[in-house]
């Protein structure tokens, strides 16, 4: 049983900011690997940026990357995404995900058991 629950998501102008946070409960869950996908309508989910505890490390997709920043709080098990400078081809559905090990590459969406129901992020011009 493992739930994941995104909030933060808007509209926004073009060149604005939005932190989305995701924050994740349940009896038993890994939330080791926490990461960001997004789905533009009409489009396939894609991969925005991932977190790791082991290994310290973080993952950025170049779409995204100087924009983005993916941060996290262990205590709260809730993982955020700071964006910045928003685009129009940023607007999207997005979804946190999180896994249990084993996981593979971060990048990979079939990595990912634990998916959140999504928040809409729309960047207007």
């Known amino acids: 049983q493992v739930q994941l629950v995104e909030s933060g998501g808007g509209l926004v102008q073009a060149g604005g900011s939005l932190t989305l946070s995701c924050a994740a409960s349940?009896?038993?869950?890994?939330?080791?690997?926490m990461a960001w996908f997004r789905q533009p309508q009409g489009k396939e989910r894609e991969f925005v940026s991932s977190s790791r505890n082991s290994g310290g490390y973080t993952v950025y997709a170049d779409s995204v990357k100087g924009r983005f920043t993916i941060s996290r709080d262990n205590a709260k098990k809730t993982v955020y995404l700071q964006m910045n400078s928003l685009k129009p081809e940023d607007t999207a559905v997005y979804y946190c995900?999180?896994?249990?090990?084993?996981?593979?590459?971060?990048?990979?969406?079939?990595?990912?058991?634990?998916w959140g129901q999504g928040t809409q992020v729309t960047v207007s011009s």
């Open positions: 995900a999180t896994n249990s090990p084993p996981y593979g590459l971060d990048y990979r969406e079939s990595s990912y058991a634990y």
């Open positions: 349940g009896r038993t869950f890994s939330t080791d690997i």
